[in-house]
Every structure is written in structure tokens, then in C-alpha cells.
Nanobody
Framework: QVQLVESGGGLVQAGGSLRLSCAAS????????MGWFRQVPGKEREFVAA????????YYADSVKGRFSISRDNAKNTVYLQMNTLKPEDTAVYYC???????????????????WGQGTQVTVSS
């Protein structure tokens, strides 16, 4: 059974930083691309960042490019999202997800992912 557990969310002032972690189990983590998405109540879940199975390719939403950085540690079965220069509009519940197929390059599409974590709240105050 695949499990993804996010952590690291919280309340931060605008301009601050947070690092989210997503610990995975139940699948050969190192062979699957991973993604981060976020959702605000009443809105659709949106893509934030993705990383290929090897870690060699990364993708970002335009809204976070240059401020957020996704990385992975396959020895720890963990993917990270470093968030810098946070803005109030970054406030959301952040979810990590694992790709449906192994050895993928990562995707911006929700349907590419089959397992999701429970989410972690990030609140940025102005």
C-alpha cells in the first residue's frame, strides 16, 4: 500500500520561507516521478512543481518559478519543496503525489498521478 505523508507546513509572514517534505512508502520511490500541487477552498487543485524519477528534470508553475525548488532524496524516500519569498497568494493546502508509471519524467497534469498525500496547510500572512 502506497503512503505519502507531507510535513513542514505552517504560518509564515510574506517574504519568508518554508520547506515541505513528503515521505513515501509502499512503492519503489526511486523509480517514480513526483509532483507537488496545491489547492485553495473552492478552486481546482493546481500544479506547483514536479521532478523526474532520477531527479535530473524539474518543472515549475510560472507562478512559483524562481522562488520554489523541488528536490528528492531517493535514499530517504523523500521529496522536498523549498519555498522562498512566499506571498499571501501561496496560501493553500499543499499535496504531494506519485506518478502512475515508473521511470517518468514528471507531469503538470493531475491525471498523471495516482497516489496522493493528505496535504499540509501553508498560510502566508501579509
Amino acid at each position: 500500500q502506497v503512503q505519502l505523508v507531507e510535513s513542514g507546513g505552517g504560518l509564515v509572514q510574506a517574504g519568508g520561507s518554508l520547506r515541505l517534505s513528503c515521505a513515501a512508502s509502499g512503492r519503489t520511490f526511486s523509480t517514480y516521478a513526483m509532483g507537488w500541487f496545491r489547492q485553495v477552498p473552492g478552486k481546482e487543485r493546481e500544479f506547483v512543481a514536479a521532478i523526474s524519477w532520477s531527479g535530473g528534470d524539474t518543472y515549475y508553475a510560472d507562478s512559483v518559478k524562481g522562488r520554489f525548488s523541488i528536490s528528492r532524496d531517493n535514499a530517504k524516500n523523500t521529496v522536498y519543496l523549498q519555498m522562498n519569498t512566499l506571498k499571501p497568494e501561496d496560501t493553500a493546502v499543499y499535496y504531494c503525489a506519485t506518478d502512475r508509471a515508473d521511470y517518468g519524467m514528471g507531469s503538470r497534469q493531475l491525471w498523471s498521478y495516482d497516489y496522493w498525500g493528505q496535504g499540509t496547510q501553508v498560510t502566508v500572512s501579509s
